[in-house]
């Protein structure tokens, strides 16, 4: 199944940069990206809440909830694997599954996530984040345009029969 290839491919690559980060010495860090003119800074944070930092002192419900939610992710996507016409949304269940599943595996053998990027640029200089909070972020996003397409063509559709109705 080319869904649960996508996950493997990015949960395996934040992990594999979040290794990379932990690997390093905390010293040289932070510091700008090379070749970013400043405008990406790398950093070695780790997080043991939420994003940050949001109830780091409930460790068994910063566990729990992630991984219920990405199990009834997973099981949605599960469900509409076969599904004509629903591949968008299972690529954007695959980007949060996979992001998700990185920072699942953080929490569970780490006992924090790893973050590592910045956008220096306005009020996102404060914000560090790794490549798996881009993925739930974007699937996110692309669920939401789905769903809101959906919508759209449902009101497109109670108009045309709204019109039949008037016309009878």
Not at 90 to 110: E, F, M, P
Request: proline share 4%; charged share 25%; glycine share 12%.
């Amino acid at each position: 199944m080319i869904y649960l290839g996508l996950i493997g491919i990015l949960a395996a690559g934040d992990q594999w940069l979040k290794h990379v980060v932990e690997a390093q010495e905390p010293e040289k860090f932070p510091r700008p990206l090379e070749g970013t003119k400043d405008r990406i800074w790398i950093y070695r944070n780790h997080n043991a809440g939420f994003p940050f930092g949001f109830l780091e002192q409930r460790e068994g419900l910063v566990r729990t909830v992630p991984l219920i939610l990405t199990s009834a992710l997973a099981g949605s996507l599960f469900a509409l694997r076969k599904k004509k016409g629903e591949g968008l949304r299972n690529i954007s269940a695959a980007l949060v599954i996979g992001g998700s599943l990185s920072n699942l595996y953080d929490r569970y053998v780490r006992g924090y996530v790893v973050d590592y990027l910045s956008l220096r640029v306005g009020p996102l200089k404060e914000v560090v984040f790794n490549l798996g909070d881009i993925f739930i972020l974007l699937g996110a996003t692309i669920h939401a345009v789905c769903m809101a397409g959906e919508k759209g063509n449902d009101a497109q559709g109670k108009v045309a029969i709204d019109k039949n109705k008037e016309i009878l």
